[in-house]
């Protein structure tokens, strides 16, 4: 096969290959990427909500100290009293509840997941004069379940589950599957992914609907 070519800066490995059933396979790895992408965001989620939790207590107790200050003294020039009461109001529910936008970290470490994609090339360009649409069509039927994993909401679920998304278009002259997933997880999501093409289902009950469906993406 012939040498992938990249930048010097490109830290990433790659390798090309191509199976015996004629599919050329580009894999690529990240030698910075996290052992578990998921936990990791977990994480780091878990950091920003208690940094923005604190945040929103010391803004809490700041406007309660001003606003004491103030009737102490006599002077209401900051605040109107229907201002001082809303604020005040507004302050202790947030404080109560812990609900508030905490401000985004200044350092929030980048998660990096595993992901995968297949491209065909067969797009709108291949469409039959008398089925416009057919391979878009094709596209969205083949999300419908496979002979190993029947229920069609499946891959979306279990993706969801490991942190992950999905997604597909169909181009001119080609089309593409792709998902994103934790890291821990890329072996059995490709198992699922893979299966799209291996025994898709095709389902009858899913013909008319996926059929609106396209449709209504044409009218857009």
Not at 113 to 122: F, N, P, R
Not at 132 to 137: A, K, T, V
Not at 165 to 189: G, I, K, M, Q, W
């Amino acid at each position: 096969m012939a040498p992938v070519i990249v930048s010097p800066a490109d830290k990433r490995s790659y390798r090309h290959l191509q199976l015996e059933n004629g599919l050329q396979v580009l894999l690529i790895h990240d030698p910075d990427i996290e052992h578990d992408g998921g936990e990791a965001c977990a994480e780091e989620e878990g950091r920003r909500s208690q940094r923005g939790e604190k945040h929103l207590h010391a803004d809490a107790e700041e406007l309660e100290d001003l606003m004491t200050s103030e009737e102490d003294s006599g002077d209401s020039s900051i605040f109107s009293d229907e201002e001082s009461d809303e604020e005040s109001d507004d302050a202790s529910e947030a404080s109560s509840s812990g609900r508030g936008a905490p401000k985004p970290a200044k350092h929030a470490a980048a998660v990096k997941k595993a992901a995968a994609a297949l491209s065909v090339g067969v797009g709108q360009y291949s469409d039959p004069w008398d089925l416009q649409g057919l391979g878009h069509y094709v596209e969205h039927m083949l999300f419908m379940g496979s002979a190993k994993y029947p229920d069609e909401n499946d891959y979306d679920a279990f993706l969801t589950a490991q942190g992950g998304s999905s997604n597909a278009h169909t181009a001119s002259e080609c089309t593409t599957f792709y998902f994103d997933v934790r890291p821990s997880a890329l072996e059995p999501a490709l198992d699922r992914f893979a299966q799209f093409f291996v025994s898709p289902l095709l389902k009858a009950d899913a013909l008319d609907r996926e059929l609106c469906a396209v449709d209504s993406e044409f009218c857009q």
